[in-house]
């Protein structure tokens, strides 16, 4: 069936769906977005991803474009009328359409919305059995990588690096050769000592809501873990490896920049963080 689009107040065919050349969106990267997964017909972490739509909205000072109740209606229509049972919802609020001028415009001029939907497999069964190969890039990035803007140069120019080596992520190095987060994940290691470690949440990475989560259930599973930065070198040693996303959920990492990590295999804790996060997901009430 043709699918839908929301685009500012109205259900549109996708191929239909279209923005002013004047939205700020595209004249300036003035925006936020999200990626809620969608599984089985349920949203993966709603709630979480819409605190941070309201917090990334609130720094760069850009109004909710309705009020949340009536998002998450709208979100569920579109859901419907898409009949995506397994995919993702993406949304994408720009400050609005207004001549182009650097400065905010007047408050009259209203946020864009704009939110598609498309089936997408979550359960990729032979990257699930392989695991992946990472590379790593430096990350060229501004300094505020908590606010999840739309302005993704750097992480596409390194998601293209990453694909010409055969790769399925970029993890992205600081300037003190530290590992900040993929272009499109979070990224983690298990060390030898069996400590799971990420990044702590600052301004240096956007606090992933399957980050979030991933926390959690280590904490509900009483495994060891640490939010600090790690090095490469220390990424080479670990006992495994795994990135986490929207739409990734835990995927395990095999190898970094050609070098195996640990025995070269999907690791067993990855897997189990995984599959405690989906049956998460799968509690949740369908949304159609």
Same mark, same amino acid.
């Given at each position: 069936?043709?699918?839908?689009?929301?685009?500012?107040?109205?259900?549109?065919?996708?191929?239909?769906?279209?923005?002013?050349?004047?939205?700020?969106?595209?004249?300036?990267?003035?925006?936020?977005?999200?990626?809620?997964?969608?599984?089985?017909?349920?949203?993966?972490?709603?709630?979480?991803?819409?605190?941070?739509?309201?917090?990334?909205?609130?720094?760069?000072?850009?109004?909710?474009?309705?009020?949340?109740?009536?998002?998450?209606?709208?979100?569920?229509?579109?859901?419907?009328?898409?009949?995506?049972?397994?995919?993702?919802?993406?949304?994408?609020?720009?400050?609005?359409?207004?001549?182009?001028?650097?400065?905010?415009?007047?408050?009259?001029?209203?946020?864009?919305?704009?939110?598609?939907?498309?089936?997408?497999?979550?359960?990729?069964?032979?990257?699930?059995?392989?695991?992946?190969?990472?590379?790593?890039?430096?990350?060229?990035?501004?300094?505020?990588?908590? %606010?999840?803007?739309? $302005? #993704? @140069?750097?992480?596409?120019?390194?998601?293209?690096?990453?694909? *010409?080596?055969? /790769? =399925?992520?970029?993890?992205?190095?600081?300037?003190?050769?530290?590992?900040?987060?993929?272009?499109?994940?979070?990224?983690?290691?298990?060390?030898?000592?069996?400590?799971?470690?990420?990044?702590?949440?600052?301004?240096?990475?956007?606090?992933? %809501?399957?980050?979030? $989560? #991933? @926390?959690?259930?280590?904490?509900?599973?009483?495994?060891?873990? *640490?939010?600090? /930065? =790690?090095?490469?070198?220390?990424?080479?040693?670990?006992?495994?490896?795994?990135?986490?996303?929207?739409?990734?959920?835990?995927?395990?990492?095999?190898?970094?920049?050609?070098?195996?990590?640990?025995?070269?295999?999907?690791?067993?804790?990855?897997?189990?963080?995984?599959?405690?996060?989906?049956?998460?997901?799968?509690?949740?009430?369908?949304?159609?």
């Amino acid at each position: 069936m043709p699918r839908v689009a929301y685009v500012n107040g109205r259900f549109i065919p996708l191929s239909r769906a279209a923005v002013s050349v004047e939205d700020r969106g595209y004249q300036f990267a003035d925006g936020v977005y999200e990626v809620i997964a969608l599984k089985q017909g349920r949203f993966a972490d709603e709630d979480g991803h819409l605190d941070r739509l309201g917090r990334s909205l609130g720094e760069l000072s850009i109004a909710w474009p309705m009020p949340r109740p009536a998002l998450c209606l709208v979100m569920r229509e579109l859901v419907r009328r898409n009949r995506v049972r397994n995919g993702g919802l993406y949304m994408q609020v720009t400050r609005g359409v207004a001549p182009r001028d650097f400065k905010f415009p007047p408050p009259r001029v209203r946020p864009s919305l704009v939110m598609t939907v498309r089936p997408a497999n979550l359960d990729p069964v032979e990257r699930l059995a392989n695991g992946v190969r990472v590379i790593s890039l430096p990350d060229i990035r501004w300094s505020r990588r908590d %606010i999840k803007s739309v $302005a #993704l @140069l750097p992480q596409v120019l390194g998601k293209q690096k990453a694909h *010409e080596a055969g /790769a =399925f992520e970029g993890w992205m190095i600081d300037d003190d050769g530290l590992v900040t987060e993929g272009c499109s994940s979070n990224a983690w290691i298990i060390t030898r000592d069996g400590v799971l470690v990420t990044r702590h949440a600052t301004t240096a990475i956007l606090n992933g %809501i399957t980050r979030q $989560a #991933l @926390l959690r259930i280590a904490g509900t599973l009483g495994l060891p873990f *640490e939010e600090r /930065a =790690f090095s490469l070198a220390e990424a080479y040693e670990a006992r495994e490896a795994f990135l986490s996303s929207a739409s990734t959920f835990c995927q395990p990492i095999v190898e970094i920049d050609g070098r195996p990590v640990g025995n070269g295999h999907p690791g067993l804790l990855a897997q189990r963080l995984r599959q405690s996060y989906v049956d998460g997901v799968m509690a949740g009430s369908p949304v159609i």
